[in-house]
């Protein structure tokens, strides 16, 4: 069974617009069903203290009460229409935030929505077996007081941010909720690191292949690479603009001291776009090399037949001559007559492929 | 009978300018006629009712009376000019902006005249026979309690909205003529992606085609369905522009709570031109297969060529030295002699066809 | 005798700067005279009254009292210096204006000058002969009370413009000198779609030619064709600044009303770089065609070979094994020993033609 | 023995960086010596009078009393640095302004002192045996009562404009010392079309070579000139931000009547890069003519092998069959026999020959 | 051993982001250690004086007294994270400074950080053997009083700034502070120009080896030569952007006087970017002649072939006439008919010999 992923490329397409001729504001998860049962987890905290929850379904949404006054909620799964409704109504979301977090196909972006700010980021994880990245939308919802994140499946991404954030003490409690914000972003765009990785491993395996077998499956293979590429690049490239917005924004919601740290991240963004490029520039090579196999091949190929014409044309005409039907044909009546020409065509295939030897060597050098 | 169409390529150059040295302002279609009898469809409404009629000529575009504040106007078919002067004069509009209209090979834009807003949007149609788009223009002019739209032909583009708007209560008819406004503007974004749908469909067929049968008709295919898609794509670039202009300007005829919603348009339209990137590409990739297979089909010519000369030429050296006139050839006298010689060259030609076997395999894995 | 030209791409550089040396303001004519006799045709008019003239020299100009405030006064062939000077003085131009009207190797180009606004436009006549465009340049010189139009010969360009000023009642009129100025730009752009349209078939000609037959001679006409291109949309592509500065001032000599109809021209300029940009694509894709004919000839000459090889070797092995010389030759003493043996190489050169026919079928579907 | 040249191309880097170390302000000649003995002409002029002096050395630099208040000073030869210094303190100029002067590697730019500008241009010299350009880099300071120019050589590049300042009553002389500026600068820029015309003749030069000989050595001469054009480029581009800045800059050295002459100046730079870009199309052309011609050369190599098989392959097997060994071989008695199988294999080669021959013409057309 | 470095390039991917998921501000050394113990040089002077020490760990370095206002302090190795914290707190710098310090993976940048200015610059050491750049990742600190400079190795790069500094009454020391910061930055920049030299040697070298032997490994080499001259143009390109800031800022830590001499580094920088493209624009060459090689060695493959084929067909031809078995041979019962005929085979060979040999001269031309 094939295995069906959101459109991120041409060759994706399928449900590109899945929701097209619907009025807007209709909440319907553009998407495919990831995760069993969609959960909320809740953490609760100011500078001294840390609540957990996990909350089933909509109805413990509302009725929920934070015990302190900072709130970081996290949504595996995004299918539960009532869930998310409870979720913005309780947040006072905007039904067109509410529209985008479902319809995952969106393009990274900020909106500043006053009160808060909605990111839209996108991950990739890479699938070594088939060559290809697997696309999720993170949305991420940054207001005075909260940090919602919503996922279409449990990525264990937030794993080591939560295990800071439960350390008694921790700047990241006593520093206010931007602070948490930008450890959200910044777990996000640290995944780009080890993308990139995968994906120059990949087309640096691929420059082998291209060298030495130069078939039209390997050029395929290429340019898939390439569109793999293209698709992180794509995802990748908004982000400056996401991260250049936060850090020129002022009297928002991230404070001052915060400021230079989204500078950081964006400085880590610039240089993300950067080594993707480093990997197009790669493949650009990878690419080169497989034409140039391809001339290479061809050379052989004719080499070959070189060889054998010069191999065989002397000796059938040596072949040829003592073949004539003159009365006079030198060693013809000798005895070793036959054992004599049969030396003299060999003699000449030494002496045609010691000269061809010769030629060929000094190129090859 | 070869079917023609207005110019939006090279290839469609015919009727560029049949307007060229007219003075400004004479209303001529410029365009095919495609509908045998202009249709004005026209609705009035506010929050509580809705009225709908088909006006059939200009004397009743002039005589007729909205009974509600709000209306949706719609022209199929644009070459009455007369009825064209009517709704011009009814709507107190520019004569360049009524010119535009019948002129329908414009560059997408929108115009700010003050009063109200004048945008041209191309759609088109995909023909899979053809492998071909047809364009269509249709212009959106917007005013305070008013939209008017002119198609060249019925599309049914409309015919969802137009159920939305008849639904009692809809916040379509509640909401204010910019609510309708973007609802007309949304559906004619949104037909963008099925054409991208259908033209990588298109591009990824003739991958396989390119790989399997390099013939020149399949670059001729792969060039004629890259200027498809470039006249899409500069039917698409203008969109963001139009719909920037709209975002951004402020206290014009959209109001406060609809700008999210442009915004949103806009993000499609910046997805969509990403998208036709991506098939750009992916053409790209196309014509290098094409290209790589045109150069693997010389290697397997000349692969065959080699096979045969390895075949026959050992042979037939074989047959010439059994040929030469020595008294004392081997097996000249013996009974099997001939068919001792035959078998030598069968031997001959199997291990070489083995020896080149072997190489062959090495190279393909 | 072979024509010579102006300078407008590295292929016709001969006259590229004749004054070099000469101090500014020197009113000498770069470029070749074209026209027996320079002709002054002017034109004065209001709403009610319209007057022509033809002024045959330096001191008619001088003479001439314009009986009407607005005045059209037209030039062809620039090579009278006197008569130049007569008209710079009367309408009182910088030197630097006449200098470059006679200059005639200007970029497109506006300037302003306060009480009047000078532009230079390049117009283009494709010949069909050659595939190849001339160009002529054309100044405008737009005051309160005149419109001044300067040609390097007659081209009949400005006669439908002429047929609607002498109509009695025309807007052209009554509207201001700004709108007859208009019409002389809006006319100059309108000759560019019919330029694109003959650089267009001329382009679409030469896919058939390099599909056909890939000599080097058709390569140097495509380039040839790929320069004329660049030199008109070299000349196009200033426009849009023309044009663009046209729009954007305020308060000079255009008035509020006729902004809308500089912004249409704009439009059109707008759409003329875009053809020719699709021009330009469909010149690279011939070249691709070229090019990939030239691999494609190069396969059936070797598949040519193939045959050749596949019909011969065969058949002169055959020769070969019969002409051993083993006492016990097969068929040697049949009396149709010959006959079967040529309708075994007959044989074996159908079966392997056979072989090849459907190997080839194969492959061209 | 080789020609040293100063660095513009990664081909002459030799003396990149040579005063590399050295704290800045310290004077030292970067560039080879190319002329004997530097030499300092002064001009001293006003509306009515002018008088010239040659200045030996430093000493005369210092002691020389401008008779006239306006001062054209040109130095040839920059090796002595006790003259460059003398010339620096008397007019006042920034140690880094002499630096740079000294420093021939700049780029061409413009920089603001104040009280004078100082640019720094660079001129080139076609040397038609070698295919290569000479740099020459000249710097202009213009003061209010100044103009100072330095060359690294005696150019005779100002001769002209130096008999129209001599001319009495001469407008250069009575309209200011901007007036000079402008007449230097424009010589400057005037001598760039020269150059145009000699890198377009060179590169039209190597399109027949191109298409004929398809040798590595041509491929050699072509990136050459490539390389000369692009560094020619290089230099002529940055002339459009300098002419740029002066035509912008208001209030400062040169007056508002000055100020469209600089702009037609302007015009000629735009006009010289629109020229070398063309002449790189036409090199890019030349590449694309070179790598069609190798392939068309193999194109005819395998063609002459096909015709050689054709020609001997069946005639061989012609050969082969009269020599088989059966009993009743046709003509084998005849007295002519020999001659009439001689006469089959002559008419076979002249049939296919035939075939060849028509198949050839239908290709060529 | 394999030589480890830091990640550049694609191809040196491994430690990109060894920090991923620890809090920010954590002081880790991102980066190989390089030597052995680091090393703290410091040096205070004002116009009359200078004191050197070196600190040899973090509490020399917080017990140190300045005896002179300005200091310079430079680190060698960067690993001894209490020496790193010590310097930090010492002069009062922000954490993220100190970890993008330690992180030598930095994009080079300019941040302001109101009372110093953090400065990130890569500079690059040239390996000839391996044909590699290594880089070196330089922090300067530019404060009102105090410059720092961190480095990760011992690199001899600013021996020669010093020994100008330890000269009595040199203007370094009486000028300010932001004077050593230009001589600073300014002995970084002008490195690059040793670099571009290297760099443009390899790649003049590497058009030999692609002309004459281009085999995949040459190509292999010219790719990563490229990505050399990427990595060092990545680098330097942002330095624009670092010195255009630093000229452009006014009223920060660069007096006025100092401004110029700013000007002129971003001159040499612009300078180094032009050389580096024109090194890309000739290893693009170099690219096109390994390509075009290749073609021309099939071409002569093929020529080959058809010299054998034309010297041995032809007489294998006449070998097999004469081996016809016709009573009335020519000269078969002639003495020296064997003699005879091999004469006419040589015949022959010479005659078509000289014929290609003409033909390819004509060529060759």
Same mark, same amino acid.
């Given at each position: 069974?094939?295995?069906?992923?959101?459109?991120?490329?041409?060759?994706?397409?399928?449900?590109?617009?899945?929701?097209? +001729?619907?009025?807007?504001?209709?909440?319907?998860?553009? +998407?495919?069903?990831?995760?069993?049962?969609?959960?909320?987890?809740?953490?609760?905290?100011?500078?001294?203290?840390?609540?957990?929850?996990?909350?089933?379904?909509?109805?413990?949404?509302?009725?929920?009460?934070?015990?302190?006054?900072?709130?970081?909620?996290?949504?595996?799964?995004?299918?539960?229409?009532?869930?998310?409704?409870?979720?913005?109504?309780?947040?006072?979301?905007?039904?067109?935030?509410?529209?985008?977090?479902?319809?995952?196909?969106?393009?990274?972006?900020?909106?500043?929505?006053?009160?808060?700010?909605?990111?839209?980021?996108?991950?990739?994880?890479?699938?070594?077996?088939?060559?290809?990245?697997?696309?999720?939308?993170?949305?991420?919802?940054?207001?005075?007081?909260?940090?919602?994140?919503?996922?279409?499946?449990?990525?264990?991404?937030?794993?080591?941010?939560?295990?800071?954030?439960?350390?008694?003490?921790?700047?990241?409690?006593?520093?206010?909720?931007?602070?948490?914000?930008?450890?959200?972003?910044?777990?996000?765009?640290?995944?780009?690191?080890?993308?990139?990785?995968?994906?120059?491993?990949?087309?640096?395996?691929?420059?082998?292949?291209?060298?030495?077998?130069?078939?039209?499956?390997?050029?395929?293979?290429?340019?898939?690479?390439?569109?793999?590429?293209?698709?992180?690049?794509?995802?990748?490239?908004?982000?400056?603009?996401?991260?250049?917005?936060?850090?020129?924004?002022?009297?928002?919601?991230?404070?001052?001291?915060?400021?230079?740290? %989204?500078?950081?991240?964006?400085?880590?963004?610039?240089?993300?776009?950067?080594?993707?490029?480093?990997?197009?520039?790669?493949?650009?090579?990878?690419?080169?090399?497989?034409?140039?196999?391809?001339?290479?091949?061809?050379?052989?190929?004719?080499?070959?037949?070189?060889?054998?014409?010069?191999?065989?044309?002397?000796?059938?005409?040596?072949?040829?001559?003592?073949?004539?039907?003159?009365?006079?044909?030198?060693?013809?009546?000798?005895?070793?007559?036959?054992?004599?020409?049969?030396?003299?065509?060999?003699?000449?295939?030494? %002496?045609?492929?010691?000269?061809?030897?010769?030629?060929?060597?000094?190129?090859?050098?």
């Amino acid at each position: 069974m094939k295995h069906k992923r959101k459109t991120d490329s041409p060759r994706k397409r399928a449900t590109t617009n899945k929701k097209a +001729g619907l009025p807007p504001g209709t909440l319907v998860h553009v +998407g495919e069903i990831r995760t069993p049962v969609p959960a909320v987890q809740v953490m609760s905290f100011d500078t001294d203290a840390l609540v957990e929850a996990v909350l089933p379904d909509a109805a413990a949404v509302t009725r929920w009460q934070a015990p302190h006054p900072r709130v970081w909620l996290n949504v595996h799964g995004l299918q539960d229409a009532e869930l998310m409704r409870a979720i913005g109504q309780r947040f006072g979301l905007h039904p067109l935030v509410m529209e985008d977090i479902l319809n995952t196909g969106q393009r990274p972006k900020i909106d500043d929505y006053g009160d808060y700010l909605y990111c839209v980021i996108r991950m990739f994880t890479w699938h070594e077996n088939t060559r290809s990245v697997e696309a999720d939308q993170i949305s991420v919802i940054i207001g005075r007081e909260f940090v919602l994140t919503f996922q279409e499946r449990p990525t264990g991404l937030f794993e080591a941010l939560r295990q800071r954030l439960r350390t008694p003490g921790a700047q990241l409690r006593s520093r206010g909720i931007d602070h948490l914000a930008h450890g959200v972003i910044d777990t996000l765009v640290d995944r780009y690191f080890t993308l990139v990785d995968a994906l120059g491993s990949a087309a640096e395996a691929m420059e082998d292949e291209a060298a030495e077998s130069p078939a039209p499956a390997v050029l395929r293979r290429i340019n898939n690479l390439k569109h793999e590429l293209l698709t992180v690049r794509r995802a990748a490239w908004p982000l400056r603009e996401v991260l250049g917005t936060l850090v020129r924004t002022e009297g928002g919601i991230f404070s001052e001291a915060t400021r230079p740290y %989204l500078r950081d991240i964006l400085d880590h963004t610039l240089h993300v776009v950067e080594l993707l490029d480093d990997v197009r520039d790669l493949l650009g090579d990878v690419l080169n090399i497989y034409l140039s196999s391809v001339s290479n091949r061809l050379n052989q190929e004719v080499r070959v037949l070189t060889v054998l014409t010069m191999l065989f044309l002397p000796a059938t005409l040596i072949a040829g001559i003592f073949g004539m039907n003159f009365e006079t044909l030198p060693w013809a009546h000798a005895t070793h007559g036959f054992w004599l020409s049969i030396g003299l065509m060999m003699t000449t295939a030494v %002496l045609l492929a010691a000269i061809l030897w010769r030629r060929e060597r000094r190129q090859r050098t």
